[in-house]
């Protein structure tokens, strides 16, 4: 008995002083952003939960691997902002970040698009430029074969095969007598 509640004295503990118990007090940052498009300028803005935190900025593809406009945002309180020139028309995603330098870091993320939506174009090309006209022309079969083919060869084969086999028994049962 004293070891099971040794046990969940020890367990109890290290539930208590982990790192996730711990950093549940603080309270992570929310950060409110919106992206605004007119023609080729976007703008990022956001509202940080504590003013002079420093908080980045950027837009990069949907499924890009790095951004492709990042930089330090602007900060005027607890508003922060940046501004991007020269963006091409495309679907991009903008995100941002406030940092306090430890785990109350908090972000926000938005899809967004430059001029007209990006779409493929859907072109249905024949795959074949001039399309065949009749039957198939497949070549010829067991009936245009004029040589005999492989079939008799086989047959007669088989055929024996099946004559050394029964002579075998025959001459197994005459010694066998014998």
Same mark, same amino acid.
């Given at each position: 008995?004293?070891?099971?509640?040794?046990?969940?004295?020890? $367990? $109890?503990?290290?539930?208590?002083?982990?790192?996730?118990?711990? !950093?549940?007090?603080?309270?992570?940052?929310?950060?409110?952003?919106?992206?605004?498009?007119?023609? !080729?300028?976007?703008? /990022?803005?956001?509202?940080?939960?504590?003013?002079?935190?420093?908080?980045?900025?950027?837009?990069?593809?949907?499924?890009?691997?790095?951004? /492709?406009?990042?930089? =330090?945002?602007? $900060?005027?309180?607890?508003?922060? !902002? /940046?501004?991007?020139? *020269?963006? &091409?028309?495309?679907?991009?995603?903008?995100?941002?970040?406030?940092?306090?330098?430890?785990?109350?870091?908090? +972000?926000?993320? &938005?899809?967004?698009?430059?001029?007209?939506?990006?779409?493929?174009?859907?072109?249905?090309?024949?795959?074949?430029?001039?399309?065949?006209?009749?039957?198939?022309?497949? *070549?010829? +079969?067991?009936?245009?074969?004029? !040589?005999?083919? =492989?079939?008799?060869?086989?047959?007669?084969?088989?055929?024996?095969?099946?004559?050394?086999?029964?002579?075998? =028994?025959?001459? &197994?049962?005459?010694?066998? &007598?014998?």
């Amino acid at each position: 008995m004293r070891r099971v509640l040794a046990a969940v004295g020890v $367990a $109890a503990g290290f539930a208590l002083l982990s790192p996730i118990t711990a !950093s549940a007090a603080e309270k992570p940052e929310n950060p409110t952003m919106k992206v605004t498009v007119s023609g !080729s300028v976007v703008t /990022i803005s956001a509202v940080c939960d504590t003013a002079g935190t420093t908080a980045e900025g950027g837009y990069a593809e949907p499924r890009g691997h790095e951004p /492709i406009g990042w930089g =330090v945002m602007k $900060a005027s309180g607890k508003k922060r !902002s /940046i501004t991007f020139t *020269g963006v &091409r028309p495309g679907n991009y995603v903008a995100s941002m970040y406030c940092h306090e330098g430890g785990p109350g870091s908090g +972000g926000a993320v &938005r899809n967004f698009t430059v001029g007209k939506p990006v779409k493929p174009p859907v072109k249905t090309a024949p795959q074949v430029a001039v399309k065949p006209q009749g039957a198939p022309q497949t *070549g010829g +079969g067991p009936a245009d074969d004029e !040589s005999g083919g =492989v079939a008799p060869l086989v047959a007669g084969g088989g055929a024996l095969a099946l004559l050394g086999a029964g002579g075998a =028994v025959a001459l &197994r049962r005459r010694a066998a &007598r014998g």
